[in-house]
């Protein structure tokens, strides 16, 4: 079975048994969320256009233009090939609102700040969710096994599932800590290369951590019964 299948049966109720442990199925949610290595490439690569061409240019509509062309031509190429073009359009969603800002305040370094509140808000609502014991990786375990809430009746599923949380939390919370400071700084240029060393680099380093704490388990891919 290649990945996608795996995926796809990971993703169907009807077929829970596709995989033998939560740990596998956890990781076809985990690449489909991603978008796999083109939907990483696909959310970079307007904001590479961006900051070549402000760096070239300083030319904050020119820059503008071409970073939302470049958006919009791999949507074009996505529809074209008849796929999925969810990744295409969260990118060209977070550049047509960091667009706008810029464009009201003619501050270029507001293009950035939609990815900064989004990444501050992000990191927020999963550090809560940890706390309050319901790690937002548990739902992927949810959907796999078509009940959101029965993972939660082991404490070791939640304790993996709390793991794996802090490590989609720490990449974002690495970009506000850098980011933010640049952003006073008016340092557009940095800004922009700092957003894609720290993007799918940084991404695929918290999903290759992911992987390696996944690989060391065998959770049964049914839930514990029991009392948490």
Same mark, same amino acid.
């Given at each position: ?73 791999? $949507? ?10 969810? @990744? ?23 293009? @950035?700040? %939609? ?12 550090? $809560? ?9 548990? @739902?992927?375990? !949810?959907?796999?096994? &078509? ?16 793991? $794996? ?8 919370? $690495? ?5 933010? %400071?640049?952003?006073? &700084? ?30 060391? !388990? ?5 839930? &514990?019964?029991? !009392?948490?």
């Amino acid at each position: 079975m290649n990945s996608a299948d795996a995926t796809e049966d990971a993703t169907d109720p009807a077929r829970p048994a596709a995989y033998e442990t939560v740990e596998a199925a956890v990781r076809a949610q985990l690449a489909k969320a991603l978008g796999g290595k083109r939907g990483i490439l696909e959310a970079a690569v307007p904001t590479i256009a961006f900051t070549i061409s402000w760096i070239a240019t300083e030319q904050l509509k020119l820059s503008l233009i071409i970073s939302i062309g470049t958006a919009v031509l791999l $949507l074009l190429v996505r529809l074209v090939q008849r796929s999925t073009p969810q @990744f295409v359009l969260n990118s060209l969603v977070g550049i047509g609102i960091g667009a706008f800002l810029a464009s009201r305040s003619g501050e270029a370094k507001d293009v @950035f700040l %939609p990815g900064i509140l989004y990444n501050a808000a992000y990191a927020a609502g999963m550090l $809560l969710s940890i706390v309050v014991r319901w790690p937002i990786v548990g @739902f992927l375990v !949810g959907a796999i096994t &078509a009940d959101l809430s029965a993972w939660r009746n082991d404490p070791g599923m939640v304790r993996l599932c709390s793991r $794996l949380t802090w490590l989609l939390l720490l990449p974002c919370v $690495l970009r506000v800590v850098v980011q933010l %400071p640049l952003y006073y &700084a008016d340092q557009v240029a940095v800004l922009g290369v700092s957003k894609v060393v720290l993007g799918w680099p940084l991404q695929v380093a918290a999903l290759g951590a992911m992987v390696w704490v996944l690989a060391r !388990g065998r959770t049964p891919i049914t839930p &514990a019964a029991g !009392g948490a």
